[in-house]
């Protein structure tokens, strides 16, 4: 505990105890002899939240539970934030100090955040383009190509920071011992974000608010099939870094009885993005811009963000 000078809020709080304890003692100036600050966990993942408390006691020994009348703050925000007032949500894995003050009077307490693999549900194929002979070019490297154009865009729709370390992509007519793209260690997807896979070429100079742009890395020795999206339908999954558990799926065209349909020279896209189950046509997207919009929104907006996604701002 560390006093730094009390103050008439601390003092209204203090004095109510202290009568309770004496009526015949009414003054102010009521001495503290403690403040506390208590984490309901010491460690937590970033699926989970930390609930604080703060305690005052003055001299007669009554404890006063000032919790609502606290503020709380991280020593670093990027790891961890209170976007509700004694609610600390994870952000990123690390280590942070929490500090809770009341008036003059703070107390710190040390919580740590450890990073959650990714799960069924946290993901979802937001925009798939299949057919790259699109006009444009949607990984902006100056050429285009049916193969290394074509590309998935992966959308972390819960609030939950997942670590894709490992995961793969596997399409459908690929054994899934040679997955289309291995995600490379350290890959995170915080909420509110995306990352966009390309079949091959070089995606340098895009650039999107919460979006990673990335090529698809195999292990095809000689010819570059990139993601082997087939235009006329398709099955692409994202499977856990065991190669096995499906965390995310999408299929159109002939891999889906029709329905839907594969697009020509478009994108398929949710409908709402993030939150929907149907795809529709980029191009048919009420508000959409153009053919295709890899690390952005159908209208060209970019994706929210984590602190945004939280209720905050950036």
Avoid: K
């Avoid at 049916?146 to 690929?174: C, H, K, P, Q, Y």
């Avoid at 929104?297 to 996604?309: K, L, Q, T």
Wanted: proline share 6%; hydrophobic share 40%; aromatic share 8%.
């Amino acid at each position: 505990m560390r006093n730094l000078g009390p103050t008439p809020l601390l003092l209204v709080l203090l004095t109510t105890a202290a009568c309770e304890a004496d009526p015949d003692d009414t003054g102010p100036g009521v001495e503290l002899v403690d403040v506390w600050i208590e984490a309901s966990t010491p460690a937590l993942t970033t699926r989970d939240t930390v609930e604080m408390t703060l305690l005052v006691e003055n001299a007669f020994g009554q404890v006063v539970d000032a919790t609502d009348e606290a503020i709380f703050t991280s020593s670093d925000p990027a790891i961890l934030d209170f976007f509700e007032p004694t609610t600390g949500q994870p952000i990123l894995g690390g280590a942070v100090t929490i500090t809770g003050s009341i008036g003059g009077y703070e107390d710190t307490v040390e919580v740590a955040v450890t990073l959650s693999p990714v799960q069924l549900g946290d993901l979802v194929f937001n925009e798939v383009l299949s057919d790259a002979t699109v006009d444009g070019d949607p990984n902006g490297d100056g050429t285009t190509d049916g193969v290394e154009d074509e590309f998935v865009e992966i959308a972390n729709r819960t609030g939950v920071t997942v670590d894709l370390s490992g995961a793969m992509l596997v399409e459908r007519s690929w054994s899934e011992f040679l997955p289309r793209h291995t995600f490379a260690e350290e890959t995170l997807l915080r909420a509110g974000e995306a990352i966009v896979v390309f079949g091959g070429g070089d995606a340098e100079s895009l650039s999107a608010d919460f979006a990673t742009f990335v090529i698809a890395d195999n292990d095809d020795p000689g010819t570059l099939y990139g993601l082997s999206l087939e235009d006329t339908g398709e099955t692409m999954r994202l499977l856990a870094d065991d190669g096995a558990t499906v965390l995310a799926s999408v299929s159109f065209g002939a891999a889906s009885g029709g329905t839907p349909p594969a697009p020509d020279d478009a994108s398929l896209v949710l409908d709402p993005e993030v939150t929907g189950t149907a795809y529709v046509d980029h191009a048919g997207l009420g508000d959409a811009i153009g053919w295709f919009s890899p690390g952005t929104y159908a209208d060209g907006s970019a994706f929210e963000g984590p602190r945004v996604f939280y209720g905050g701002e950036e």
